[in-house]
């Protein structure tokens, strides 16, 4: 079994930074690919970012590109989210996500992981 836990979500105003973390334990090796997505109040869930196994290759949604950006360090078995220039409409539980597969997907349908989540407020 394998366990995924964000940290790192608080309340932040518009302009601020947040550095989101997932961390990884259990059985590492079941997820590869890690991706981050949220949902707001109200709405469906929606892709963030994604990131390779490797880091080679990152995946990165039109509304937050040049705003948001995902790294990991699989030594300590951590993926990151940096959010920077934050908006009131990024306000969200943010999600991070994994699959076995070596590049990230947009769906969260291909994701059989999930962390519970960590709520980030952007206020204005």
């Known amino acids: 079994q394998v366990t995924l836990v964000e940290s790192g979500g608080g309340l932040v105003q518009a302009g601020g930074s947040l550095r989101l973390t997932c961390a990884i334990s259990?059985?590492?090796?079941?997820?590869?690919?890690m991706a981050w997505f949220r949902q707001s109040a109200g709405k469906e869930r929606e892709f963030g970012s994604g990131i390779r196994y490797n880091g080679g290759y990152t995946d990165v949604a039109e509304s937050v590109k040049g705003r948001f950006f995902v790294s990991r360090d699989n030594a300590k078995n951590e993926a990151y989210l940096e959010m920077d220039i934050l908006k009131p409409e990024d306000t969200a539980v943010y999600f991070c996500?994994?699959?076995?597969?070596?590049?990230?997907?947009?769906?969260?349908?291909?994701?059989?992981?999930w962390g519970q989540g960590t709520q980030v407020t952007v206020s204005s």
């Open positions: 996500a994994g699959h076995a597969r070596d590049y990230p997907s947009q769906s969260e349908e291909d994701s059989p992981t």
């Open positions: 259990g059985r590492t090796d079941y997820v590869a690919a």
